[in-house]
T-cell receptor
Framework: NAGVTQTPKFQVLKTGQSMTLQCAQD?????MSWYRQDPGMGLRLIHY???????DQGEVPNGYNVSRSTTEDFPLRLLSAAPSQTSVYFC?????????????FGQGTRLTVV | QQQVKQSPQSLIVQKGGISIINCAYENTAFDYFPWYQQFPGKGPALLIA???DVSEKKEGRFTISFNKSAKQFSLHIMDSQPGDSATYFC??????????????WGLGTSLAVNP
């Protein structure tokens, strides 16, 4: 199993450009989420999905869109990149079970907006 | 509002020493408390976790101590090694409407173990 795969690993965008960060998992997890990680701010939830066709906003959703057409894929779209979106982005999928919530993370996408 | 408060922000320990990272929470509905370890350039990965009906859990050199009455839990790394140098996140999990679980994260602790 590959686990959670994110592409690209690095990206530089100009202000105003749009792009899609890809995330795919092969563990058949229903629950997936996108986080951004900034120094001193921990992991902040952008959007999440509890299954195909179902998405919802997290703590910092502005400037980002998501969709979930399949269980495997959960892309994150930046509509019009801004320097404030410079960050490291992580996609995670979550193992099922009420007694635990193990999150499996991708390797991250380091995004720089200039 | 930070629902899980983690300290210290950074920690330097000598090889062979004990590393201690603390977390405190407010919501008594949390029912699962994991610790994640993140190496540079990688995503976080589950290290060890505990439920509130247990006061301590040990896995190798890593131990979680849980104090339900104080609403605090901590990670102890015994015989710390340079390979333990990483960022550590505590988290707390809660069931939400629709039987979905939510993870609330601490802000992280950067641990450096000097050789």
């Amino acid at each position: 199993n590959a686990g959670v795969t994110q592409t690209p690993k690095f990206q530089v965008l100009k202000t105003g450009q749009s792009m899609t960060l890809q995330c795919a998992q092969d563990m058949n997890h229903e629950y997936m989420s996108w986080y951004r990680q900034d120094p001193g701010m921990g992991l902040r939830l952008i959007h999440y999905s509890v299954g195909a066709g179902i998405t919802d906003q997290g703590e910092v959703p502005n400037g980002y869109n998501v969709s979930r057409s399949t269980t495997e894929d959960f892309p994150l779209r930046l509509l019009s990149a801004a320097p404030s979106q410079t960050s490291v982005y992580f996609c995670a999928s979550f193992a099922p079970g009420w007694g635990s919530t193990e999150a499996f993370f991708g390797q991250g996408t380091r995004l720089t907006v200039v | 509002q930070q629902q899980v408060k983690q300290s210290p922000q950074s920690l330097i320990v000598q090889k062979g020493g004990i590393s201690i990272i603390n977390c405190a929470y407010e919501n008594t509905a949390f029912d699962y408390f994991p610790w994640y370890q993140q190496f540079p350039g990688k995503g976080p990965a589950l290290l060890i976790a505990i439920r509130p009906d247990v006061s301590e859990k040990k896995e190798g050199r890593f131990t979680i101590s849980f104090n339900k009455s104080a609403k605090q839990f901590s990670l102890h790394i015994m015989d710390s090694q340079p390979g333990d140098s990483a960022t550590y996140f505590c988290a707390a999990s809660i069931i939400r409407a629709g039987n979905n679980r939510k993870l609330i994260w601490g802000l992280g602790t950067s641990l450096a173990v000097n050789p």
